[in-house]
């Protein structure tokens, strides 16, 4: 693998390491019902939280089961966390699987589709894998148009695959392969 070039930047946002300066706005998302519907554990602890924000700021990626996971922030206000995006080093050979969550305010502005978007870059261009997947619980929608905004396509839907939160729940992956990334991205200039 490549060395990680931090921060990524887009045209309005910074995606970096996290930091321990973090913490208050990570837990204050990440303790709500609602943040948590999606995810597999419930609505963080504060102590739950710190072990996740400390995580996040020292992780490594250099063999499969690794994770990136970068905070965003938006150009004009540097520090204040909008939420993450998390790429998974999957087994066999050049997968992934990529993932997001944000905070109340930060939803419905585009911002994961961006911060997803340049992920996915990384994951493609700079890491060299061949596809990458997300996975989803079918009731998230929201994640499943922005799924299909990024240009992945839906490959499964299984019936109660998942029981948590005391609940059986069915899985669609969405999933892009390196090639149909290229594909969707603009020529680039040969001549200059």
């Known amino acids: 693998m490549t060395e990680l070039n931090l921060p990524l930047r887009t045209g309005r946002l910074v995606l970096r390491r996290f930091e321990a300066t973090d913490l208050d706005v990570y837990h204050a998302y990440h303790s709500l019902p609602e943040t948590a519907r999606f995810l ?6 504060y102590t739950k939280s710190m072990e996740s924000v400390g995580k996040y700021a020292n992780f490594v990626f250099e063999q499969e089961g690794d994770w990136i996971c970068l905070a965003i922030e938006t150009v004009d206000a540097p520090g204040l966390l909008l939420g993450e995006v998390v790429l998974k080093w999957l087994p066999g ?14 939803r419905g502005r585009g ?35 922005l799924c299909e ?16 939160k005391d609940q059986w729940a069915t899985e669609v992956v969405y999933a892009i392969l390196n090639d149909e990334w290229k594909s969707r991205q603009p020529a680039k200039d040969s001549t200059k």
């Open 40 to 45: 597999p554990g419930e609505a963080k602890s």
């Open 111 to 145: 911002i994961a589709t961006e911060a997803a978007g340049a992920l996915l870059r990384l994951g493609f261009e700079d890491l060299g894998f061949h596809r990458i997947d997300a996975k989803l619980d079918a009731l998230n929608t929201d994640s499943a148009a």
């Open 149 to 164: 905004r990024l240009g992945m396509r839906l490959e499964s839907r299984q019936v109660d695959k998942w029981h948590y």
């Open 93 to 106: 050979r050049g997968q992934a699987e990529i993932g997001w969550s944000l905070a109340p305010e930060a």
